[in-house]
């Protein structure tokens, strides 16, 4: 049986995006990058991942690995090679010097000083193909696209919920609803992104620590509170161990002016505050996510949030990923929150623009992934 080269080249490209998913956590907020090398009689020659930020980019990598039977090749790449001196040199030169003669990338590298290395190794004669169809390709970079076309991080709001749809038990219920491996999924994700945003609400009800636990971490992780009116206690978790892992409360400029004793307390611990101006209570999300990525460096975020912080996040069209976590269990009657409080204006909407994306299985536990289409590159 002859395998189409168009199928075969997805499928070599969809394992360049397996190995580029290994450089999570790691790479960000540099673009996470897969590479395989075939030698001229189409076997597999070399592989290569971006393995960290200033690392060799998964092009080096593969080429390296493959060495000499690199030459009369093909190089197949998610993002389009690089063509300028960073940290590294010119991925652009590197295949050249190697002889492959065609090359396949998934993405174009929509940095303008890096850009234009698919032209340049046309120019140089290979043969290059772009192929910018796969989901899968276009799914691996959302974050790094999103953020140099929005200025803000990419955000995932995650929440577990029982089959009714609760987050919570109930008054005074504080139980988990969530299994450990679910728990621990989570954990792995924290241990992945760059800041955990949460409301007020949550660290009143919950005094959330909001850590890294018995996973490998792999960045530590900013620990955001939207709270408007300075309302964290100075006994809360959060602010006892603002002094060892980075901590950001967010609240009012007036409440910062006016609390400036109780602002300067919470400094003294080691807590980082940044005042926007609120409007009627209500703190910019938008320009809060902004800052996070200009001042904090934050290309990622996972929300651990109340119903009301998940609402207003979803009605500002901040919402990017969603991780819904379903457990068999039930709130029952009136007791419980509902998981996301005034999204919209009422009614049933499909307005969120989310679409199903994958379906895990974390012990009796669902995990329904949901994120926005890679096609909504318009969304502002
Ligand atoms: N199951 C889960 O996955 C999960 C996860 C986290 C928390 N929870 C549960 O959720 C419950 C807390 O829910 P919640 O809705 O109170 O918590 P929350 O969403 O974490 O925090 C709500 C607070 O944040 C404020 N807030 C949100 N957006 C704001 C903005 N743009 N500007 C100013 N203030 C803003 C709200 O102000 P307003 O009063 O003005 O709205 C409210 O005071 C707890 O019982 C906790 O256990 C469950």
Known sequence: MTVDRDDRDAELLRMAVRLALRGHGLVEPNPMVGCVVLDASGRIAGLGHHRRVGGPHAEIEALAAAGERARGGSLLVTLEPCNHQGRT??????????????????????????????????????????????????RLNRPFMHRIRTGRPWVVAKWAQTLDGKITGGAGDGRWISSGLSRRLVHRERGCCDAILTGI????????????????????????????????????????????????VVCDSEVRRSDADLAAQLEARGVTLLDLPATGGELPLRTLCERLSADFGVARVLVEAGARLLGRLFRNGLVDEAWVFVAPRVAGGDSGMPAVAGATEGGLVESLGLRLESIRRRGDDLVLGYGVPSDAGTRP
């Open 89 to 138: 040199g010119p991925c652009t030169e590197a295949i050249l010097d190697s002889g492959i003669a065609r090359m396949v990338y998934g993405e174009p590298d929509p940095n303008p000083v890096a850009g234009g290395g698919a032209r340049r190794l046309a120019d140089a004669g290979l043969e290059v193909v772009k192929r910018d169809d796969l989901e899968e390709v276009r």
């Open 201 to 248: 609400g949550t660290v009143l009800v919950d005094d959330p620590l909001l850590n890294v636990r018995d996973v490998p971490s792999r960045r530590t992780p900013l620990r955001v509170v939207v709270d408007a009116r300075l309302q964290i206690p100075l006994s809360s978790k959060l602010v006892a161990t603002a002094a060892s892992q980075p901590t950001l």
